[in-house]
């Protein structure tokens, strides 16, 4: 993907670059940076940011195009419009104003790896590379219009049970069965959608060594979120305890450790990248609708770091699952969109 978007790129005649965020994050790429310098433009540049990973696809991307004018993959796993169908807008809109030599007040594009494990790339990033100070990503499912107002502040509790291996079979009573306190943990945790904005989940679980042995050990990955940090803190201490106590009764120790994913933020109606953003889609025939996120995006990153980064939904449809699909009419309207936000933002007083 990234040697794609560099060739793509660079066959317009545009400069970009790749940093060296992957040997910080884990990956073989890092970010992909790109501006076009203002071209008769004197209004606010901006910058547009995608990913280039997906989740991991459990057969080939085959993607075909249906008689109902709609991407699928036809090998039955994902499709990987998540996020490659914004990386596609962004790059197809950067040639239509290269080739057709539209004004501008400069555009700063990156593509950044590493987003479904933790927004890693972009928190790579040297967000003192950009120039403009607004900016958009296109990351969400749903359909174009949706303009996300805000996204929930998230943490990770990673768990660790020790407990006391024992044959299963000749001495069970010796044993400790870590497998037992954490699922006694789990039963007791509240999960799933909690209130209007916040939900907590276990999503992942390993431990024990034999099926004839008692437990020694058990581990399991937890997150919550929430829009109210507040509450998340309350939340997240009320896991902990739940966590230890069960612990406690099956006689096991258990380390526990929470870190944060991202930070949370809210945007109003009347924020300038909100107002531009709603006038951009007015422009090519969509009536904005605002909604809160229940997930993370690179946005996050770039909005504690005192940018103002807005996520627009862009047409995706069940992504991270086998029937995700997009509309080709919708990857033509984010090209629309992309243009509209840059010709909009070319209009405003460059120190707005």
């Known amino acids: 993907m990234a040697d794609r978007v560099l060739d793509y790129l660079a066959a317009l005649g545009l400069e970009a670059d790749e940093d060296d965020a992957g040997a910080k994050v884990g ?8 501006r076009l310098d203002p071209a008769g433009g004197t209004g606010m540049p901006l910058f547009f940011c995608a990913h280039l990973d997906t989740v991991p696809p459990e057969a080939p991307i085959e993607p075909v195009v249906g008689e109902d004018e709609v991407v699928r993959n036809g090998a039955g796993t994902i499709l990987g419009a998540d996020d490659k169908s914004a990386v596609a807008a962004m790059l197809e809109a950067a040639a239509r104003l290269v080739e057709d030599g539209r004004a501008h007040s400069g555009v700063e594009l990156l593509f950044t790896p590493k987003e479904e494990v933790g927004l890693l790339g972009a928190a790579a990033f040297d967000e003192s590379r950009l120039t403009a100070r607004a900016g958009y990503v296109y990351d969400h499912a749903g359909p174009v219009g949706e303009v996300i107002l805000g996204a929930p502040h998230q943490q990770k509790l990673d768990v660790h049970f020790h407990g006391r291996a024992a044959h299963a079979g000749m001495f069970p009573e010796d044993g400790r069965s ?31 060594t034999a099926r004839n042995v008692v437990p020694e050990w058990c581990s399991f990955a937890a997150e919550a979120r929430s829009h109210d940090e507040r509450k998340l803190a309350d939340l997240i201490r009320e896991m902990v305890d739940t966590v230890t106590f069960a612990a ?8 526990t450790q929470v870190s944060g994913l991202s930070r949370g933020y ?42 103002e980064c807005v996520n627009l939904a862009n047409g995706m449809t069940d992504i991270h699952t086998p029937d995700e699909r997009i ?5 033509h309207e984010m090209v629309e969109v992309t243009l509209a936000l840059v010709e909009t933002a070319g209009e405003i007083d460059g120190a707005a």
């Open 27 to 34: 990956s073989t790429m890092g970010n992909i940076f790109c």
């Open 178 to 208: 870590a497998i037992a306190a954490a699922a006694r943990a789990i039963a007791d945790l509240r999960l799933g959608r909690l209130d209007e904005e916040t939900s907590a989940n276990v999503g992942k679980i390993d431990g024990g």
């Open 248 to 255: 406690s009764l099956e006689e096991c120790e258990v380390e």
């Open 266 to 307: 809210r945007f109003g109606r009347d924020d300038l990248s909100v107002r531009l953003a709603a006038s951009a889609l007015e422009r090519v025939g969509r009536r904005p609708s605002y909604i809160l996120s229940g997930g993370g995006a690179d946005a996050n990153v770039f909005n504690e770091r005192g940018l």
């Open 327 to 331: 509309a080709v009419a919708d990857l």
